[in-house]
């Protein structure tokens, strides 16, 4: 069986499954990385009640922070760190094809990239559902910061913003934080939503998530919540229980062009509303 950096040197790596056309990162640092969490349920111990290393006054046990919210002050609400547990990094080499079989099947990347983790308060029992709105806007504001300066580099091709909020759902900390990943490549499922809405618009003209909405403002059976700006909705094709996709009513291609004032009222609302599932687990991305 062929090795690749991962095995040799430690290191992360990519790579293509030549059978499923799609990418996958392969990362020796993720199982080191600590977890709150012993079993597939929530225990109320003593241990992940806190303070943990997100907490303020324990920030030297985080990996270097990138930025906090606000600047200059020790009395911080939002901080963005390097993951020390990271997938990806921008201290392996630039990404290039670091290894192919000879027969061009297997092909490799190194893992060159970025992972960082968004502190999204420096207490340890809130939750964004706890949180007052101008909380949940400043937490919005680093996702737009940090997702601006990656997509800066232009070796950074995709960039995810994403929460696992639960043991169930893959959260390791109970402390709130969300993560930020920026990728080499865009994964084969982004590219089969680009390609899909590209075809719908030379067959039509039109922007097929723009159609959609409008169907769904004017049926409202999938309706779930809608502000000046967004919509939150049931998709019509949806894949999991509870799945809710938030749109921006107008027409819009990125994440950090959208006004910061817009998003934080239907966010709360949409947290708001998961407080009435009893331990609600969920992914956000």
């Given at each position: 069986m062929e090795g690749g950096l991962a095995t040799a040197t430690g290191c992360s790596e990519m790579r293509h499954d030549p059978i499923l056309d799609k990418w996958v990162i392969i990362s020796p640092a993720r199982g080191k990385?600590?977890?709150?969490?012993?079993?597939?349920?929530?225990?109320?111990?003593?241990?992940?009640?806190?303070?943990?290393?997100f907490c303020l006054n324990h920030e030297h046990e985080c990996a270097p922070e990138?930025?906090?919210?606000?600047?200059?002050?020790?009395?911080?609400?939002?901080r963005v760190i390097k993951n020390l547990y990271p997938a990806l990094s921008m201290d392996h080499p630039s990404t290039q094809f670091s290894h192919r079989s000879p027969n061009q099947l297997h092909i490799t990347?190194?893992?060159?990239?970025?992972?960082?983790?968004?502190?999204?308060?420096?207490?340890?029992?809130?939750?964004?559902?706890?949180?007052?709105?101008?909380?949940?806007?400043?937490?919005?504001?680093?996702?737009?910061?940090?997702?601006?300066?990656?997509?800066?580099?232009e070796i950074i091709k995709y960039i995810q913003v994403f929460k696992n909020h639960g043991v169930t759902a893959g959260a390791s900390m109970r402390h709130s934080h969300s993560q930020i990943i920026g990728l080499?490549?865009?994964?084969?499922?982004?590219?089969?939503?680009?390609?899909?809405a590209r075809e719908y618009f030379t067959r039509t003209g039109k922007c097929n998530l723009c159609e959609c909405l409008s169907r769904e403002i004017q049926s409202t059976c999938r309706f779930i919540e809608e502000s000046s700006h967004f919509i939150a909705f049931v998709p019509y094709a949806a894949s999991l229980p509870f799945e809710t996709w938030i749109a921006p009513k107008e027409h819009a291609s990125h994440y950090q062009e959208i006004k910061d004032e817009?998003?934080?009222?239907?966010?709360?609302?949409i947290l708001l509303k998961n407080k009435l599932v009893p331990r609600l687990r969920m992914n956000l991305f």
């Amino acid at each position: 069986m062929e090795g690749g950096l991962a095995t040799a040197t430690g290191c992360s790596e990519m790579r293509h499954d030549p059978i499923l056309d799609k990418w996958v990162i392969i990362s020796p640092a993720r199982g080191k990385r600590p977890t709150d969490f012993k079993s597939n349920t929530d225990p109320s111990n003593s241990q992940s009640q806190g303070p943990c290393a997100f907490c303020l006054n324990h920030e030297h046990e985080c990996a270097p922070e990138i930025f906090r919210i606000p600047e200059g002050t020790s009395a911080w609400m939002v901080r963005v760190i390097k993951n020390l547990y990271p997938a990806l990094s921008m201290d392996h080499p630039s990404t290039q094809f670091s290894h192919r079989s000879p027969n061009q099947l297997h092909i490799t990347l190194t893992g060159f990239g970025s992972h960082d983790v968004v502190i999204e308060t420096p207490e340890h029992s809130m939750t964004l559902a706890n949180m007052p709105e101008s909380s949940i806007l400043r937490v919005l504001i680093a996702y737009k910061v940090r997702v601006q300066q990656l997509a800066s580099n232009e070796i950074i091709k995709y960039i995810q913003v994403f929460k696992n909020h639960g043991v169930t759902a893959g959260a390791s900390m109970r402390h709130s934080h969300s993560q930020i990943i920026g990728l080499p490549i865009v994964p084969t499922n982004v590219e089969c939503r680009l390609n899909n809405a590209r075809e719908y618009f030379t067959r039509t003209g039109k922007c097929n998530l723009c159609e959609c909405l409008s169907r769904e403002i004017q049926s409202t059976c999938r309706f779930i919540e809608e502000s000046s700006h967004f919509i939150a909705f049931v998709p019509y094709a949806a894949s999991l229980p509870f799945e809710t996709w938030i749109a921006p009513k107008e027409h819009a291609s990125h994440y950090q062009e959208i006004k910061d004032e817009q998003v934080s009222f239907l966010l709360l609302h949409i947290l708001l509303k998961n407080k009435l599932v009893p331990r609600l687990r969920m992914n956000l991305f």
